[in-house]
């Protein structure tokens, strides 16, 4: 549980290192969900709740939320101050690597828009869908100011969470997703998880 003021927790990985001629290096990460051995490399930065939500003591969860691994409410006091939350990624190249880097955020939703989302969710033509108006629902390390980062969300497919591209041509996280990113920052990103 997380107090108000305090960075929700990001992912409880354990660290595995390995002794090496008298130098310690990090190696491999134990995931705490599957248990398996990963290197750094295959981990990104993965946020289990929207901030909103995980800042919320259990007892409150318990009692506004509704919660599934993919899409969130809070439950406010009236109907205008309900809260509607979607698991997307971030993509972001890499520009060593063929494969990109994704950054597992939540976006911030209108009611309308999150009802179409459900409505769509299982949908083998949900991605001819246009594109749905969000806001980034996490603080992103190392990219300050990033929660209410305006964007877009686009539905992939019913077995993969929709993208979200970040529309503020300010902001580093476009700068990010737009010319890509280094080695080293796709590394700062995953080092965030054991923070």
């Known amino acids: 549980m997380t107090a108000i003021g ?20 990090l190696d491999v990460l ?4 599957c248990g398996k051995l990963h290197s750094e490399d295959e981990i990104e930065l993965t946020f289990r709740r929207p901030d909103a939500i995980a800042l919320l003591s259990e007892n409150d969860r318990g009692q506004y939320c509704r919660e599934t691994e993919d899409l969130c409410a809070i439950w406010g006091v009236g109907e205008n101050s309900h809260r509607y939350f ?4 971030l ?33 083998v033509s949900q991605s001819a869908e246009p594109p749905f108006k969000g806001v980034l ?36 996280l476009f700068a990010d997703q737009q010319f890509g990113i280094s080695e080293h920052q796709a590394a700062e990103y995953t080092k965030s998880l054991a923070r």
């Open 91 to 123: 993509p972001i190249k890499v520009v060593s690597r063929h494969l990109l880097y994704n950054i597992g955020a939540w976006v911030e939703v209108s009611k309308s828009d999150f009802d179409k989302i459900y409505e769509l969710w299982d949908s």
């Open 6 to 25: 305090q960075k929700p927790p990001v992912s409880s990985l354990s660290r595995v290192y390995k002794v090496f001629e008298g130098i310690i290096t």
């Open 137 to 172: 629902a996490n603080e992103i390390p190392s990219r300050n100011n990033s929660l209410g980062l305006a964007g877009y969300i686009q539905l992939t497919g019913p077995t993969t969470r929709p993208d979200f591209m970040i529309s503020d041509t300010e902001a580093a």
């Open 86 to 89: 979607v698991r997307s990624l």
């Open 30 to 33: 134990t995931c705490s969900v």
